[in-house]
């Protein structure tokens, strides 16, 4: 009962704390959703509990504990990899970014000497 | 046809020492052709250097490799409607001699790429170190199976390309050790490649980007580059 209440009260507290990041504009709601998603996850195994040993029996786990560790091991892989995409994604666009900013750079200086001159 | 407007982009990272160098080597080779100096986030004022011989450089922000460097360049001469670019190392290891040599088969139309190579006769002069001249020899042998064309230099960086190669290459190119990968990449568009003998120098100043700690991660990292290259979609021409 001791561990229901206390996984709860985690998966709540990070759940008001990705809710007020949000709201504080610190997460977009792309990015908060993966972790909401996850952390729904987690609340619903929390609160039926009984579930938690149907699924691990019916996975072929021997204990219920493993199958948790698993199901929270599999969740980040997800996010991590979510997260290298979106650093990859971030990644190319800075250096976009900074090819323009050199071109666009070296059109000014062009224009200004022909002004200039 | 009008004459073709021909731009040498020349990529430098910490150059200071070399680059005014091979400026005047590059002046010097009777080929009419515009010059630019992609200053690839260099900290030694290599920017300062060029732009007091009197050369146009784009200055990046911070470091973007030689493949985003070069890619730089190419977006250049997209922008500025060159017809041909020419890449030359600011390391004055390109002998610019050959860069006439390197044209031809861009300004008769026989290729979109033209790559100069050190293994081909009649000068087959400095060829690189013996280990580098095996991991050279492993990438030609592994790019002219994979494209059944075949590629003896794959990591030469002196190389001309067409307004089709460029256009190519200005949307994608790989950004770190890109020469093998990009021969790949350019006969999947349906790009056509020929090689011309040229010769290398050794570096006046300076290491390679290529030292040999990294000689294994490059090796591990452009073959799997390479071998995911093939299995990307295939690119419209």
């Known amino acids: 009962m001791n561990a229901k209440i206390l996984s709860l009260a985690i998966t709540s507290m990070m759940l008001i704390l990705i809710v007020d990041l949000v709201r504080r504009k610190k997460l977009t709601f792309k990015y908060a959703s993966g972790w909401f998603l996850v952390l729904f996850g987690a609340m619903a195994l929390a609160f039926f509990e009984e579930s938690v040993f149907v699924l691990s029996r019916a996975l072929g786990f021997e204990l219920p504990s493993n199958f948790i560790f698993f199901a929270g091991l599999s969740g980040f892989v997800v996010l991590s990899l979510l997260m290298t995409i979106f650093l990859c994604q971030q990644n190319q666009r800075n250096d976009k970014v900074a090819q323009k900013l050199g071109l666009l750079e070296e059109e000014l200086e062009r224009l200004k000497k022909r002004t200039e001159g | ?237």
């Open chain 2, 1 to 237: 046809m009008d004459q073709p407007r021909i731009l040498i982009i020349v990529p430098a990272f910490n150059e200071k020492k070399n680059i005014s160098r091979t400026l005047e080597d590059i002046r010097a080779c009777g080929v009419a052709a515009d010059l630019v100096v992609i200053d690839d986030g260099s900290q030694d004022g290599t920017s300062g250097v060029v732009r007091a011989c009197g050369v146009r450089v784009v200055a990046l922000p911070f470091n973007l490799g030689i493949g985003g460097a070069v890619q730089t360049g190419f977006c250049y001469a997209l922008r500025n409607g060159y017809d041909v670019a020419v890449q030359i190392d600011g390391d004055g290891q390109h002998d610019t001699a050959y860069v006439k040599d390197l044209l031809v088969p861009i300004l008769t139309g026989k290729a979109d790429i033209a790559v100069g190579s050190r293994f081909i006769p009649p000068f087959l002069g400095y060829r690189s170190s013996f280990v580098r001249r095996l991991g050279i020899l492993f990438f030609a042998s592994l790019i002219s199976f994979l494209t059944r064309c075949r590629v003896t230099d794959p990591t030469s960086g002196f190389r001309a390309f067409n307004r089709r190669a460029l256009a190519l290459f200005a949307d994608e190119y790989p950004q770190d050790y890109p020469e093998p990968e990009s021969i790949v990449l350019a006969h999947k568009s349906g790009l056509t490649l020929k090689e011309v003998p040229v010769e290398m120098r050794a570096r006046r100043h300076g290491h390679s980007s290529i030292r040999y700690l990294y000689t294994l991660y490059y090796m591990t990292k452009v073959t799997l580059a390479i071998l995911l290259d093939m299995l990307k979609r295939q690119q419209k021409g």
